[in-house]
């Protein structure tokens, strides 16, 4: 649904050139979800635009929802959604009219667009809203109407730039069951930029890993996490010496540390290196307290690819305008 | 192309439609210039053709009031660019010529209702000339504003912020005016600004509207203006449109 290969955008400011994103190549097949996950500043939101027809590529090619993105923009617009991190509701306008207008652009008639737009606006809840400016909602009521505005046209491919950023909790789990449910019931391709790892893990089916401009891994949100540290496995134990030996000759345990209260080490998979663990111990005749399993974060992928935590604002490269 | 035009011109004269009384508010200018300013050239303008001074003053305030509206048009672009809904209706098929098309046509519709209240307002002071040449006066204006408002949204992409649009678009519009023989004929002056006054588009216009308000609808100075003024307004609208365009992949 979408290929891409070699995209790159310099930018150039008065005094110097900011090379914002340096050749990414990136796939995505029809349905799937992917997030690309980075700090600000690492070419996401970039790529998204030129993704979206918004921004010319200075180098490399595309291809979108089955069209050429330099050769036929305007058809990669019609079967497209975007919705961008600021939404794209006009300052005066309601709720309804929004979205007939939008639907109406995408060439819609007059009853088809009220038909859709009716539809939309009971999926997401906004039929008690219909004639509200947009401006007096609250930011998760706009979420959810910016959201039906890239929908109107029942695109093929949804672009969501940073689609919870500032929402409450409750709202950022609605944007996600709308998301998920989008995705589940209409087949719809979702391509979205986060820099939550949480939000990357609750969502996507892969996840690329983006930083200066370049993606430096891609996988699975659990493929990633495995790849990075496996999982460590803590037991408690009266005998940390013996469970630390049978531990250790878990196929791929290593770390293997002991405490007076027990035992610390890594696997690649905390899953299923405990159903072989657990009866070894019982058949060795040692006792143990508890077992905890902790699966690494997206954070720990994010430092383990940068060398660096994912909000450490002080690496920040300049955000391109 | 037309029916995009449509959609954006009504979705963007939306905001005016509720309150109409924008349109009062932002030619409270004009109108001071017109009641204030108006009355002083009574007695002093003797223009041959015209019965009074108000058939010489009121087409040049009506050129003044296409160029105030046009030129500020940019300034509603610049909440809706900080908003995102330039780019949102840029993510559609809709023509890029119509994004542009729509709302200059707002502004034109615009400028035909404040220049309305504008000539019954002059009429009540005493302004008398014939319909033909005020409603031909008027179509003119309103294209004229047009080819501004063009420039205007042109310039806002350019400068999508109020600090640094507001200073460009003063500097530019008032020059324009005073060298346009607005509000007294430029035929009035020396000879360096009148010379001056000849590169400026306005300045035709002006010449034009005056022509027309005096019922001498076979002048040149109508057949020259007419030209001028639909010459830049294609020139603005190309630009305009390439400038929207440019932005995109």
Same mark, same amino acid.
């Given at each position: 649904m979408i290929h891409v290969r070699g995209l790159a955008r310099r930018f150039h400011t008065r005094r110097s050139t900011v090379d914002a994103v340096t050749g990414v190549d990136l796939d995505v097949a029809a349905g799937e979800v992917v997030g690309f996950l980075g700090p600000n500043g690492a070419g996401k939101t970039t790529t998204l635009r030129m993704l979206t027809t918004l921004l010319e590529p200075s180098a490399g090619s595309a291809e979108v929802a089955g069209h050429?993105? /330099? #050769?036929e923009p305007a058809l990669v617009r019609r079967r497209i959604g975007y919705v961008a991190q600021g939404g794209g509701c006009s300052p005066h306008g309601r709720v309804r009219e929004e979205l007939v207008l939008q639907a109406r652009l995408h060439r819609l008639d007059r009853d088809r667009a009220r038909r859709r737009v009716d539809e939309l606006m009971d999926r997401f809840a906004l039929t008690d809203l219909a004639d509200r400016p947009t401006a007096s909602l609250s930011g998760g009521q706009r979420r959810r109407v910016d959201l039906a505005v890239g929908l109107v046209h029942d695109p093929a491919v949804l672009f969501l730039d +940073?689609?919870?950023?500032? /929402?409450?909790p409750r709202s950022r789990a609605h944007v996600w069951d709308h998301v998920r449910s989008l995705n589940a019931e209409h087949g719809t391709t979702i391509f979205l930029t986060t820099h939550y790892l949480d939000e990357a893990d609750a969502l996507c089916d892969r996840v690329l890993v983006i930083d200066h401009g370049r993606i430096v891994a891609a996988g699975s949100p659990s493929e990633l996490k495995r790849q990075v540290s496996g999982d460590v496995v803590e037991v408690g134990s009266a005998r940390p010496s013996a469970v630390a030996e049978i531990a250790g =000759? /878990?196929? $791929?345990? #290593?770390d293997v540390t002991t405490t007076a209260t027990g035992v610390r080490f890594h696997v690649p998979r905390g899953d299923t290196a405990l159903p072989e663990l657990l009866p070894a111990l019982v058949l060795a005749g040692v006792s143990i307290t508890s077992v905890q399993v902790h699966r690494p974060t997206l954070d720990d992928v994010f430092l383990a690819m940068? $060398? =660096?935590? /994912?909000?450490?604002?002080?690496? +920040?490269a300049p955000v391109a305008a | 192309m037309p029916r995009d035009t449509l959609l954006v011109f009504r979705h963007t004269i939306g905001p005016v439609l509720r309150s109409p009384a924008t349109i009062l508010i932002s030619m409270v200018q004009t109108i001071l210039y017109l009641v204030l300013f108006g009355p002083l050239l009574e007695d002093l303008v003797r223009v041959p053709g015209?019965?009074?001074s108000w058939q010489v003053f009121a087409p040049g305030i009506l050129v003044q009031l296409a160029l105030f509206t046009g030129a500020f048009a940019g300034f509603a672009l610049l909440p809706d660019l900080r908003a995102g809904v330039v780019e949102r209706m840029r993510v559609t098929p809709v023509s890029r010529t119509a994004l542009l098309l729509g709302r200059v046509l707002r502004d034109v519709v615009v400028t035909m209702a404040q220049a309305v209240l504008l000539l019954l307002a002059a009429t009540a002071l005493g302004m008398r000339a014939p319909l033909v040449g005020v409603v031909l006066g008027l179509l003119l204006a309103a294209v004229l504003a047009g080819a501004l408002s063009a420039a205007s949204y042109t310039m806002a992409l350019a400068l999508p912020n109020e600090y640094q649009f507001a200073p460009v678009v003063q500097s530019v519009t008032l020059p324009l005016m005073l060298l346009s023989?607005?509000?007294?004929?430029?035929?009035?002056?020396p000879d360096w600004l009148r010379a001056v006054s000849k590169v400026n588009p306005l300045t035709y216009a002006v010449d034009a509207e005056r022509a027309l308000f005096v019922g001498d609808y076979g002048a040149t100075d109508v057949l020259t203006g007419v030209t001028v003024v639909l010459v830049v307004f294609g020139l603005t609208v190309l630009w305009g449109t390439r400038s929207y365009r440019r932005q995109n992949a």
């Open positions: 050429d993105l /330099l #050769r +940073e689609p919870t950023v500032a /929402l409450d =000759r /878990l196929p $791929g345990a #290593r940068t $060398g =660096r935590p /994912l909000h450490d604002d002080t690496q +920040e | 015209a019965a009074n023989g607005v509000l007294l004929p430029i035929a009035f002056g």
